[in-house]
């Protein structure tokens, strides 16, 4: 957050994620993407929940972290 506010560049901070899909699928559980946490979510959310055994669905979203758990993070008012 501090590096973005400044405008600095991003060295050795930026972290990968594991593609969780291909991860569940490795162990035999079935895994679906929705593609953000609005309609495409909820439809995906549905069809997993009738779904017997054990499922995973994972949410693609651009969320930033809330402003207010670090005293580093300033609101701009």
Avoid: C, E, K
């Amino acid at each position: 957050f501090d590096q973005d506010r400044r405008g600095d560049p991003h060295i050795g901070v930026d972290l990968q994620t594991p593609d969780f899909t291909a991860m569940a699928d490795s162990f035999g559980v079935r895994a679906f993407a929705a593609r953000d946490l609005g309609a495409d979510f909820g439809a995906a959310l549905r069809r997993q929940l009738a779904l017997d055994g054990p499922s995973l669905l994972v949410a693609h979203a651009a969320l930033r972290p809330p402003p207010n758990v670090s005293p580093r993070w300033y609101r701009n008012v």
